[in-house]
């Protein structure tokens, strides 16, 4: 069992065990002693050049048990093992983390797709070019073992897919195993029956090596597979009966293939291009083409493909004889692709009249189809653009090019026909050329003709559309809890992207603790009314009363209507009481965390929007124009009750008309704060003062 999965990285306890065994095993003779000893030195010297777990603990126990019998012996044992063995664990250590990455649990099923699946595929493939890359410095053989032993691993997680499998057969190959690469082809055909890309590189290795039966073995049992025997497994097997056995038993599977159900008129195409290109006989290929034709007139991509090769021979009235009869059959919806290679032929080979004719006859013709018709049939500044150009020689300029190009792509988004018209305009030409004899035409092609129509496009797929009624339910996208909160997260006050998250009793959504139990992630109510009773009252009844956010942010104006209308109670004489006893009163790191980050984010909000002072009626930046420092807004009214009344005006005034003028609630809601505590002010002033909130001077003078 060890010769087969003793250099698994996990085979160490295995190891131990096996020699545990062996040192414990029952002797009756000296000479059964020493053979023991000779079995357990030989399986503590493979163990110890293995790179597998435990492989330090195996090095100790070596030495332990080479110094117990033979200090001598085991000094120049150890000295010729030590340089090994630390190479091995190098090597342990590199491997280590390659298979860290692989899913020792994951089931052999078919692929779906699934991230986890290509990182697992994309780990494998890892490993194995690490063993490839031989870090051991093993011998040949030895190397063949290992690599081969880690494909047979990964198999047994990848059975199902093709590319290993491959992987596999071709490094016996080209390492010099040919019959072991057959056996891994024989393997692959039996665990995927249904790919036929196997078979084809199973055929091809055969052939390559000589062994042309074995190959048309492949290529028989590919067609007897009724899910593998389509049009496609017939043309290659004619081309490899045409190279192995000539053009007559090529000429005899296209005969057969022709009665097959599974035929289609790309049988017609390869037979007809073979004949040319290989035989060299037009006559016999226009003739393929002509059998083909009464069974395929009404499609239209075999249509183009016989008019491609009337052109390379020159046929010139042929040609317009195939465009006409094809166009009175082919109904209008399919004949648009007809009609661009009809008008490019004239473009090349005819003149102006009969160019322009053929022209009004397509855009005549395919008015009749409705809206894509319309649109594929106007011929405008995109049609002349299309006649006069040449390879990647454009008439107008690269802007003009960019609107062309996005009206076009408008229009076939419009009309859905965007998918469609880019997998026909990508078709390859069964003549065997990239490029067809009769250059593109029409507007469908402009937009992959010049290097200027690449535009990119969102990912639609990411996108998540917002749903107001799902705004409690879940983690917001882009969310940054704080610091020292916890499991505290919900609707953000600022936005997703403000890094900062209250629960619902903290936006005034109480009403929803009601209605049954928050979604995982949301605090309780417990905890949110701890945090609650332990802010000061204003800043408590300030969040009881902000209103739900309906939205990626709050609405700026509400938030500061509450502000003013907020209780701020009075502050001692000195400030630095209050600097000292308001972490006190906290005594919560979370609250204080809370309350820390509130006061940042709110600071961000009034960046953007001139916030009024409540003690002195002036915004907040006039106040620290006015030199106050540090000192808090609600000391300000002290300091303020000395200034110069006709200053104060002045300074009023100016600030009235560089801010934005609030709205009519927020005003409402100054002048009765103003009322308010002015009222309050006049009964506790001396007559030296001024108002609190009104810019009008007191009846002192000084």
């Not at 290659?236 to 005899?252: D, I, L, N």
């Not at 990119?456 to 107001?468: F, G, K, T, W």
Request: hydrophobic letters at 35%.
């Amino acid at each position: 069992m060890l010769g087969r999965i003793g250099m698994d990285i996990a085979a160490g306890p295995m190891w131990l065990e096996y020699i545990a065994f062996l040192r414990t095993a029952p002797v009756t003779s000296p000479q059964e002693d020493s053979q023991r000893m000779t079995s357990v030195r030989k399986a503590y010297q493979k163990a110890i050049l293995a790179p597998i777990h435990h492989v330090e603990q195996l090095w100790k126990e070596y030495e332990n048990f080479e110094n117990s019998i033979s200090r001598a012996l085991a000094k120049g044992l150890l000295a010729e093992y030590q340089p090994k063995h630390f190479s091995a664990r190098a090597v342990y250590r590199e491997r280590k983390k390659f298979c860290e990455r692989i899913d020792q649990n994951m089931l052999a099923v078919p692929p779906t797709g699934s991230i986890k699946e290509e990182q697992q595929l994309t780990a494998w493939k890892q490993l194995l070019a690490f063993e490839k890359a031989n870090p051991q410095r093993l011998e040949p053989s030895a190397l063949t073992k290992r690599v081969a032993f880690t494909y047979e691993q990964c198999l047994m997680y990848l059975y199902h897919y093709p590319d290993v499998w491959y992987d596999y057969a071709t490094w016996h190959a080209q390492n010099g195993s040919p019959d072991s690469a057959v056996v891994v082809f024989q393997r692959a055909l039996k665990a995927l029956p249904d790919t036929t890309v196997l078979y084809y590189a199973y055929a091809e290795f055969e052939e390559a090596r000589g062994s042309i039966k074995e190959a048309k073995r492949v290529y028989e049992s590919l067609l007897r597979n009724s899910s593998t025997a389509n049009a496609l497994a017939y043309i290659q097997y004619m081309r490899f009966t045409r190279r192995t056995e000539g053009s007559e038993g090529a000429r005899k599977i296209f005969f057969e293939a022709r009665k097959a159900p599974a035929c289609t008129y790309h049988v017609y195409v390869a037979s007809a291009a073979m004949v040319l290109c290989i035989d060299k006989d037009p006559k016999a290929a226009r003739t393929i083409f002509e059998l083909g034709l009464k069974k395929y007139i009404h499609e239209p991509a075999y249509v183009l493909e016989y008019a491609d090769f009337l052109c390379r021979l020159n046929d010139e009235r042929n040609v317009r004889v195939l465009f006409e009869r094809a166009l009175s059959v082919l109904p209008p919806e399919e004949s648009i692709e007809v009609w661009n290679c009809f008008m490019a032929f004239e473009q090349l080979y005819g003149d102006i009249p009969s160019m322009l004719k053929v022209e009004q006859r397509r855009k005549e013709a395919l008015s009749q189809t409705g809206d894509d018709g319309v649109a594929a049939a106007e011929s405008s500044l995109q049609q002349l653009i299309t006649r006069y150009r040449f390879l990647d020689l454009w008439p107008c300029s690269s802007g003009d090019l960019d609107h062309l190009v996005r009206q076009q792509m408008m229009a076939q988004r419009l009309s859905g026909k965007t998918e469609q018209q880019a997998l026909t305009s990508g078709s390859g030409n069964g003549m065997g050329g990239n490029e067809r004899a009769i250059p593109a035409s029409g507007t469908e092609g402009l937009a992959a003709s010049f290097p200027g129509g690449h535009i990119v496009r969102p990912d639609l797929a990411q996108m998540i559309v917002y749903d107001p009624k799902q705004g409690l339910g879940g983690p917001i996208p882009g969310q940054v809890p704080l610091s020292g909160i916890g499991p505290v997260s919900g609707f953000s006050i600022l936005g997703p992207q403000a890094g900062m998250t209250f629960g619902p009793s903290l936006l005034g959504l109480q009403h929803q603790l009601a209605q049954g139990p928050l979604p995982p992630g949301i605090m309780s109510s417990a905890g949110l009314d701890e945090i609650l009773n332990s802010l000061p009252p204003s800043l408590s009844s300030f969040f009881s009363r902000l209103p739900p956010v309906n939205g990626p942010y709050p609405d700026t104006e509400v938030v500061l209507s509450i502000l003013l209308q907020a209780d701020i109670p009075s502050v001692p004489s000195e400030g630095a009481t209050q600097q000292a006893q308001f972490p006190q009163r906290i005594g919560n790191p979370r609250t204080s965390a809370v309350i820390n980050s509130l006061a940042s984010e709110l600071s961000v909000v009034s960046r953007g929007h001139t916030v009024v002072d409540g003690a002195t009626g002036l915004p907040s930046n006039a106040s620290d124009a006015k030199g106050h420092g540090d000192i808090p807004p609600f000391k300000q009214s002290n300091a303020s009750k000395r200034k110069d009344p006709e200053k104060e005006e002045d300074q009023e005034e100016s600030l009235t008309s560089q801010s934005r003028p609030a709205s009519r609630d927020v005003f409402r809601m100054r002048q009765l704060q103003r009322a308010r505590v002015g009222t309050s002010g006049q009964a506790t002033s001396t007559s030296g003062g001024s108002g609190a909130f009104s810019a009008e001077p007191s009846g002192s003078s000084e």
